[in-house]
């Protein structure tokens, strides 16, 4: 059970789109970051650990006038940065937004006529790349050093012919041939990776003509949410379907794991957050999933949902056009 939690005020609302809030835990300082992004700005907010004090600020997006698309931390071995991608290009920030590190744009030289372009689905890798998904399907990696602003694009991944949505690395411990990272695009199709000095693709999941707007990876297994409000767990050794759940009664906008419990948390436009457990049955090698619990956030049409700690034991939650974000703890 769950109970809500003093809420987190925006200097802006948030806007609508998948996976719009990230969240980085700092238990030393005792301090949690949280990011949203609103038309041209991104909101970061830190939170006191008693939840009663906060500081604000706004990053604007480089380039005047462009739309924000995402913001998140990347938590790498050496450091955090802080990735905002838009329709110009993509940025890294020290962690607490304080200064820019990096700065990449985009060619919008090339685009098809009418054919929107931008940036989407970030997720750090094999402990110092960071991968950037984009509007033509491609994944960019950069390779992060320990220190400094020397970023470089090592590699394009160019198995996608879609948009990408969303890009998880592992949380877990993955089984051999596994694989630690998969990528979404909007046609549905996944494709699960294994990163390092060069990737190498393992799967191509293909697409059953709905989009996959938020994917996670724990274990081997493959969390995948959907258009159609479905959850689907795929084995990432192998791309086979092992599980499905009509999770939601509209468009799933959020998927989040917590990495020690394999807790999985699902939001949706239907104004639901909904907590499961995944685990795999030893004797059978089935990959199961539980219901643990349902939360209406009234008159809200959820665009992020994520876990405040690594055992899912809090969680917060952001809305389309809302102020504050939302938050929960257990009991």
């Not at 372009?117 to 998904?133: D, K």
Request: aromatic fraction near 8%.
């Amino acid at each position: 059970m769950y109970r809500k939690e003093k809420s987190v005020p925006l200097k802006s609302s948030s806007s609508a789109l998948y996976n719009n809030l990230s969240v980085l835990r700092l238990p030393d300082k005792q301090l949690t970051y949280f990011t949203t992004v609103h038309s041209t700005a991104v909101n970061m907010v830190s939170a006191s650990g008693d939840g009663l004090s906060f500081s604000h600020r706004l990053l604007q997006v480089k380039e005047g006038g462009c739309l924000s698309s995402q913001a998140a931390w990347c938590v790498l071995p050496s450091r955090v940065l802080l990735v905002l991608t838009s329709q110009k290009g993509i940025q890294m920030y020290e962690s607490d937004g304080s200064v820019m590190v990096y700065w990449h744009a985009l060619d919008v030289m090339e685009r098809p006529p009418a054919q929107a372009v931008f940036a989407r689905g970030i997720a750090a890798a094999s402990g110092r790349f960071i991968c950037v998904g984009m509007s033509s399907g491609l994944v960019l990696v950069f390779d992060i050093p320990p220190k400094g602003t020397n970023i470089t694009v090592s590699e394009v991944l160019e198995e996608h012919r879609d948009a990408i949505t969303d890009i998880a690395a592992e949380l877990g411990r993955p089984p051999d041939g596994a694989g630690d990272l998969v990528t979404a695009d909007d046609s549905g199709t996944l494709c699960t990776w294994s990163s390092g000095e060069e990737f190498t693709l393992l799967h191509k999941i293909p697409a059953f003509g709905c989009t996959c707007s938020s994917v996670k990876l724990w274990n081997g297994i493959v969390a995948a949410g959907y258009g159609n409000g479905q959850i689907r767990l795929y084995e990432a050794a192998t791309g086979v379907l092992r599980a499905k759940v009509n999770a939601h009664a509209r468009w799933i906008y959020a998927l989040d794991l917590a990495p020690l419990t394999g807790k999985l948390l699902s939001g949706a436009e239907d104004s639901f957050v909904h907590i499961w457990k995944l685990s795999k049955n030893l004797d059978t090698e089935d990959i199961e999933i539980e219901h643990c619990h349902s939360e209406c956030v009234t008159d809200t049409q959820i665009c992020g949902a994520r876990f405040c700690d690594p055992e899912g034991n809090s969680f917060a939650v952001t809305g389309y056009d809302l102020s504050e974000i939302f938050r929960y703890s257990q009991v």
